[in-house]
């Protein structure tokens, strides 16, 4: 029996560890900071039930460590190239409220989760393309317009 028992603790903690890794991973895939990642892994994992959080956030990878009473694990996973999704990033951080909360379970925060992916849209490559070949151009004629004006200004 209590060897079921802790059975079950580990596929907790690997479920925790996981989930939490999944909300770090989309989040950084949307655009969000090392920081806020952090920040947002953090309130999943203790939402959850984690009484301790060790992270590594890498340019590519995220680290967790997670411990509930004397056991802990360790998990890693990729990311995806990262862009820019502020929905997926706006929902992601409203969910991690709601579990840091204990508003979830495991199931309804795996639920939400993939509920989130599938129904929150991406902009097409194209546009994402667009926009970032458009943004600098932007702002080198926002700068030159500021310099002129100061130019003017001051003559």
Same mark, same amino acid.
């Given at each position: 029996?209590?060897?079921?028992? !802790?059975? /079950?603790? &580990?596929?907790s ?7 939490? @890794? #999944?909300? $770090?991973r989309?989040?950084?895939e949307? $655009?969000?900071s090392?920081?806020?990642?952090? #920040?947002?892994?953090? /309130?999943?994992?203790? =939402?959850? =039930?984690a ?6 956030? =890498? ?5 967790i460590?997670? $411990?509930?009473g +004397?056991? &802990? ?7 995806? +190239?990262? %862009? ?13 409220a709601?579990? #840091?909360? %204990?508003?979830? *379970? /495991?199931? !309804?925060?795996?639920? !939400?989760?993939?509920?989130l992916?599938?129904? *929150? ?7 994402? *393309?667009?926009?970032? =070949? ?6 080198? /004629?926002? #700068? ?7 130019? %003017? @200004?001051?003559g």
């Open positions: 029996m209590l060897h079921q028992a !802790e059975a /079950q603790e &580990g596929d903690l690997r479920e925790i560890a996981v989930l939490a @890794l #999944e909300f $770090g989309l989040l950084m949307a $655009g969000a090392a920081r806020d990642v952090e #920040e947002i892994i953090v /309130q999943v994992a203790t =939402g959850l =039930g009484e301790r959080t060790e992270l590594r956030v =890498g340019y590519a990878s995220l680290a460590t997670i $411990g509930i +004397p056991d &802990g694990i360790t998990r890693m996973c990729k990311a995806n +190239p990262l %862009g820019v999704n502020q929905s997926l990033d706006d929902a992601l951080r409203g969910a991690a709601r579990i #840091e909360r %204990g508003d979830c *379970t /495991q199931a !309804e925060a795996r639920a !939400e989760l993939d509920r992916v599938r129904a *929150t849209p991406r902009h097409a490559d194209w546009v994402v *393309t667009v926009a970032v =070949g458009v943004a600098p151009a932007c702002l080198s /004629q926002m #700068e030159h317009f500021r310099r002129d004006r100061s130019v %003017g @200004l001051s």
